[in-house]
């Protein structure tokens, strides 16, 4: 256990730079929004109710889940107009956080309040194809019952309008919610770090939004994403957040229609912190990792420990997105022959068309050049005013009180999973590319009922994600199966450079996943066992979780059968 130290200021300095180990990075000042942030907000679990307060419910309850208006936010809210509004022992939760054990059954009662239809997916946990949230469609008005097994590993897991088409406009709008699936493993983990959802605990949901309000659609974020103005972290615009002096666990949830943030910490004169991460998608790792930058995409869960020892009261340390190369290459592709049929028939990354490399590499001079000359409504404008992979501030941590703890950070944290093995794994190639003004995956297009994706019950399956060199980041999602990275390839160099291993995993990619990551150029290996809990066949998807690429039809359909 490290020293504790006097709160004085010249000592202050000292200790920070003992928690920066060393590393010191130049960082950009508070951005200008951020600096015109106005009324800041503490983030506090709820103790009964609020926005993502935890809800536990008792077995054999029904939580019932209302899909409409937020109703009034306070001030300093930058959540959108919609939110599920679920009522409980007279308190009104929000968005709540539904708490349960792993070997649950869950049951939600979905009421449709909105003008449109809608649906509830379920995302990470394997559940039956009635339960998946895709079909069938809830009409305004109506309910649906989802009621199935918690069967997933400990870890936090979140759910989202599906209706597909209209999904990138339900969730910007405020339509989200986590469930916490607790077991053995995060159950004793709490207790190693003597950690809990109102001590040293706290969930961050985050999502860029329009300032202006309701979504809407644009040619370029069609094609880029929604990127929005206005940051919200568990539905405010500036958060704060108090710490003590111990290990502090942060469990962070990209709830963006298509953001990827590069995560990190530092300090308020701007040195590097280091964290820990020790859990994504899929629950705990079996060993914290060491990492000082993890990129997050759309949909992904990340849980990392800040240890805040050696910290003095008044000490303040930011969590911050830092600037990237979002290597939207495809700038111009609307308008671009198509060179799909050529990968097609090669199997080949080698762009047909030789402008787009010639574009693909003036836009990667000046990524956000190429954004802001294709600012036009909606996401486009926003892409203008916050661009991907430019840096802001998200998180204010401000240490409040010096506590005595003799907590250490675990050095295993659950048994190991088996790697999945894949001598007998049948390879399926999935290209990711885009052709005739829609993102695809093989050269195709989703349309409902149609399941190029056909698997053998019980099998194992490398699906081999191979994105273009042309293309842009994908965050490429599963429904209703964890999947194993096995390996990245050809990873562009800011990628690379946060590889954990020799397989060119990142700290992120480790454990269980339900969402990768795919950049430009890059060639991703993942595992997967199709074991089927259900009967009968049973359909899912696999799409990118970029909600505008999702909508667009860069998802297709798998039939487990
Ligand atoms: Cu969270 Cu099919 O998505
Ligand atoms: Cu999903
Ligand atoms: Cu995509």
Redesign the pocket.
């Known amino acids: 256990m490290r020293s504790r130290v006097a709160p004085a200021s010249s000592q202050r300095r000292r200790v920070l730079r003992g928690i920066a180990g060393g590393a010191v990075a130049a960082f950009a000042p508070l951005t200008a929004s951020a600096a015109a942030c106005g009324a800041e907000a503490t983030l506090v679990t709820p103790r009964r109710g609020g926005f993502l307060g935890r809800l536990r419910p008792s077995s054999g309850e029904t939580v019932v889940l209302t899909a409409g208006a937020a109703g009034a936010l306070p001030a300093g809210n930058t959540h959108g107009p919609l939110a599920y509004r679920a009522r409980r022992d007279g308190a009104l939760f929000l968005n709540p956080t539904i708490v349960v054990n792993r070997g649950d059954r869950l049951r939600a009662r979905v009421v449709n309040a909105l003008d449109a239809p809608t649906t509830v997916h379920w995302h990470g946990l394997t559940v039956d194809e009635r339960n998946d949230g895709v079909l069938p469609l809830v009409a305004p008005g109506a309910p649906y019952d989802y009621v199935f097994e918690v069967r997933n590993r400990g870890g936090l897991y979140w759910f989202h309008p599906h209706p597909h088409g209209a999904t990138a406009g339900q969730v910007h709008d405020g339509l989200f919610g986590l469930v916490d699936v607790e077991d053995d493993e995060t159950i004793a983990l709490r207790d190693a770090l003597d950690v809990g959802p109102r001590r040293g605990e706290t969930t961050l949901v985050l999502q860029d939004r329009r300032s202006a309000g309701r979504y809407v659609r644009s040619p370029v974020a069609d094609v880029h994403?929604f990127f929005g103005d206005a940051m919200s972290v568990n539905g405010v615009g500036c958060a704060t957040l108090d710490v003590d002096t111990r290990i502090h666990r942060l469990r962070i949830v990209n709830a963006c229609n298509?953001r990827t943030f590069l995560l990190g910490l530092r300090t308020f004169e701007g040195r590097e912190v280091p964290f820990h991460v020790i859990g994504n998608d899929g629950g705990l790792l079996a060993a914290p990792v060491q990492a000082t930058a993890a990129f997050l995409a759309a949909a992904e869960r990340l849980d990392v420990l800040v240890d805040l020892r050696a910290a003095a009261v008044g000490d303040t340390l930011i969590l911050e997105t830092r600037t990237f190369d979002p290597m939207h290459a495809e700038v111009d592709m609307p308008d671009a022959p198509s060179d799909a049929d050529a990968h097609a028939s090669h199997g080949t990354q080698t762009p047909a068309d030789p402008h787009a490399a010639h574009r693909a590499a003036a836009a990667s001079v000046d990524p956000q050049a190429a954004h802001r000359d294709h600012a036009g409504p909606g996401g486009g404008a926003a892409a203008a005013t916050w661009p991907e992979g430019s840096p802001r501030d998200l998180v204010t941590l401000r240490v409040r009180r010096q506590v005595r703890t003799d907590r250490t950070i675990p050095t295993t944290l659950s048994a190991p999973l088996a790697s999945i093995a894949t001598t007998d794994a049948h390879e399926r190639p999935l290209r990711?590319g885009f052709k005739s003004g829609h993102?695809r995956i093989n050269d195709r297009v989703f349309v409902m009922g149609e399941t190029p994706i056909e698997v053998t019950r019980g099998s194992t399956e490398m699906w081999l994600l191979r994105n273009y060199h042309t293309s842009?980041?994908?965050?490429?999602h599963l429904h209703g199966f964890a999947f194993e990275v096995q390996e990245r390839e050809t990873s562009p160099a800011q990628v690379g450079a946060l590889a954990v291993d020799a397989r060119g995993r990142l700290a992120t990619d480790l454990g269980r996943k339900d969402t990768v990551l795919v950049w430009p150029g890059e060639s991703v290996r993942v595992a997967i066992r199709f074991d089927l809990a259900f009967e009968g066949p049973q359909t899912y998807m696999f799409h990118?979780?970029?909600l505008?690429?999702?909508d667009g039809g860069?998802m297709l359909g798998v039939r487990v059968a």
């Open positions: 994403g298509a990711l993102w842009m980041p994908h965050a490429m990118c979780h970029n505008e690429h999702e860069m």
